[in-house]
């Protein structure tokens, strides 16, 4: 019977720690329950790819944003000044 009390105790206290710092989020900050939900997507996107989002959008834009600087060279370029 005791150890099944300590079960449920463990897995009370381990959901404790792991909500601890977005209820704490919600409770002190204005907008908090945003912020908490984003911090908690951000931390289960990083801990699942092992690569941090904001690395990941870059290297996805960055082929984009350079053809689109490209094509602003080009059409600058092909300006005729009158």
Do not use: C
């Not at 690569?51 to 990941?56: G, S, Y």
Request: charged residues 20%; without cysteine.
């Amino acid at each position: 019977m005791q150890t099944g009390w300590n079960r449920h105790l463990e897995t009370i206290t381990s959901a404790a720690r792991k909500s601890g710092p977005y209820l704490a989020l919600e409770i002190v900050m204005p907008g908090g329950t945003l912020l908490a939900l984003l911090l908690f997507l951000y931390q289960r996107r990083q801990a699942q790819t092992g690569v941090p989002p904001l690395v990941e959008l870059r290297r996805m834009l960055a082929p984009r944003l350079q053809a689109a600087s490209d094509a602003l060279r080009r059409m600058a370029s092909a300006r005729v000044v009158v």
